[in-house]
Structures are given as C-alpha cells and as structure tokens.
C-alpha cells in the first residue's frame, strides 16, 4: 500500500500499524507523536492502530534548543 510519510510518499506492506512504520522510519519512539490524516495517535493505540492505503501520516520529533 502507499502512505504519505511526512510529505514523501512509500509503498509500505498492508496490515502495517503506527508501531510497526515507527521501526522503520524513526530512530526512536522516545519524543515521537504520531499523527494520521490530521489526528494524533495517542500513544497506547500505536501497537493496534492498522494504517490504510493513502493515509497521510506525520511522525512529529520533539527537539530542544534555543
């Protein structure tokens, strides 16, 4: 299937969720928020929550600085 992952579009295999994309595309999950089409992802419902072709999702890194 095909996402849109913070603007670049990737064939990812169905049946991934929040967590499963995290793994690949993240360094961590510590300081991570997920949004999908707009809506964030709470944490808990990351190991459950199925992604579909053509959703939009946004993995949003904390960063400290000044």
């Known amino acids: 299937m095909e996402l849109t992952i913070n603007g670049t579009t990737r064939q ?3 049946g991934t969720t929040v967590i499963d994309l995290l793994k690949t ?3 961590s ?3 991570v928020a997920v949004a999908v089409d707009g809506e964030i992802v709470h ?3 990351w190991p ?19």
């Open 12 to 14: 990812i295999p169905d």
């Open 25 to 27: 595309h993240a360094r």
């Open 29 to 31: 999950t510590e300081g």
């Open 43 to 45: 944490r808990a419902h």
């Open 48 to 66: 459950h929550s199925v992604l579909t072709d053509g959703q939009a999702v946004e993995l949003i890194t904390a960063q400290q600085g000044g």
